[in-house]
């Protein structure tokens, strides 16, 4: 399994932009697909993106035109690109790693093999 960390949380403004990170460890991260999901506060864990080995790229419908998923393997990397934040986009952003690409619906199944990162907070607040 490959490991994760996420960095790039913070406190932003509604309006405003943040970059996530996911730094990823081991031989075969570039046959992984590499994603995202958030958890906000009483809420179930949500489906952001996810960028496969051949660069196939999904997002989820609340992010859609809002946020940009990209990777670089040479740096074992995925990064999010999130723009025009909104309060309600506020949670843990928690980055996932799989060697399968099971989506359904609006939402990636994680086999056996995936991976989760420890997450990073990211707030939209005035």
């Known amino acids: 399994q490959v490991r994760l960390v996420e960095s790039g949380g913070g406190l932003v403004q509604p309006g405003g932009s943040l970059r996530l990170s996911c730094a990823g460890s081991?031989?075969?991260?570039?046959?992984?697909?590499v994603g995202w999901f958030r958890e906000a506060p009483g809420k179930d864990r949500e489906f952001v993106a996810v960028?496969?080995?051949?660069?196939?790229?999904y997002y989820g419908a609340s992010v859609k035109g809002r946020y940009t998923i990209s990777r670089d393997n040479a740096n074992k990397s995925v990064y999010l690109q999130m723009d025009r934040l909104k309060p309600e986009d506020t949670g843990v952003y928690y980055c996932?790693?799989?060697?399968?690409?099971?989506?359904?619906?609006?939402?990636?199944?994680?086999?056996?093999?995936?991976?989760w990162g420890q997450g990073t907070q990211v707030t939209v607040s005035t």
């Open positions: 996932a790693a799989d060697l399968n690409l099971a989506l359904s619906g609006d939402w990636w199944n994680l086999s056996g093999s995936g991976s």
């Open positions: 081991g031989r075969a991260f570039s046959s992984y697909a």
């Open positions: 960028i496969a080995w051949d660069d196939d790229i």
